[in-house]
């Protein structure tokens, strides 16, 4: 499975935009990127996934590079619900194969 | 349909018991993972089903593990003889198909302290 880097740790403002860092250097064509988030003493939870294009949703926006090397999870808005643990993950197979993820706390 | 559902939440043995978790997925995913979480760390990959075959283990998985998925629907994860370095969030996961362009919906976990 192709690994990404992250940030160990990111601190943001409430009610500021959040920009989230993943590369992801040694991705295959086909390996999707998904990310997900962890909130204390919760399961993983699903926020985004792309392939080659920007995508949006209700929860982010997913900005990948030209290359592919690397992506930015953006969260438009933090609040202090979104203090977690974020995964950015490359999946070209059947399972999720996590790192150690970034942790953004959200300070009000 | 509430989600995955895992059972128990929390549960504390002595060392050298025996526990089994249950799993309870979303109605009609045939994908169904078992992950463990020690602190601090990312999820772990233990096995997966697609429907009530078992198509991939992993090298963390030791002999006192054993997963089982009978009819396709729940399934649970049983560690024999518990030692001390087993204690960990234990997460399962449900997905609709195997593609990489799907999501997987997590558990709450059930946590294990073996004391």
């Known amino acids: 499975d192709a690994k990404t880097t992250q940030p160990n740790s990111m601190e943001s403002n409430e009610e500021e935009p959040v920009h989230l860092p993943c590369n992801h250097s040694?991705?295959?064509?086909?390996?999707?990127i998904h990310w997900y988030r962890q909130l204390p003493s919760q399961g993983p939870e699903y926020v985004i996934h792309g392939l080659t294009s920007n995508v949006n949703n209700r929860m982010a926006s997913l900005a990948i590079a030209e290359d592919r090397k690397s992506s930015t999870l953006i969260l438009h808005r933090a609040t202090l619900r979104d203090a977690a643990v974020y995964y950015c993950?490359?999946?070209?197979?059947?399972?999720?194969?996590f790192g150690a993820g970034t942790i953004l706390r959200v300070k009000s | 349909d509430t989600g995955v559902s895992q059972d128990p939440r929390h549960k504390i043995t002595k060392r050298g018991q025996n526990v089994t978790f249950r799993c309870d997925p979303i109605s009609e995913h045939n994908r169904l993972y078992w992950y463990r979480q020690t602190l601090g760390q990312g999820p772990e990959f233990l096995t997966y089903?697609?429907?009530?075959?078992?198509?991939?283990k992993s090298r963390l998985l030791s002999d006192r593990f054993s997963a089982e998925r009978p009819k396709g629907s729940f399934s649970t994860l049983e560690i024999q003889r518990t030692e001390q370095g087993d204690s960990a969030m234990y997460l399962c996961?449900?997905?609709?198909?195997?593609?990489?362009?799907?999501?997987?919906?997590f558990g709450q976990g059930t946590r294990l302290t073996v004391v």
């Open positions: 040694t991705i295959s064509g086909t390996d999707y």
């Open positions: 996961a449900s997905s609709l198909s195997a593609g990489e362009n799907t999501e997987a919906f």
């Open positions: 993950i490359l999946r070209g197979g059947n399972k999720l194969v």
């Open positions: 089903f697609q429907n009530e075959a078992q198509l991939e």
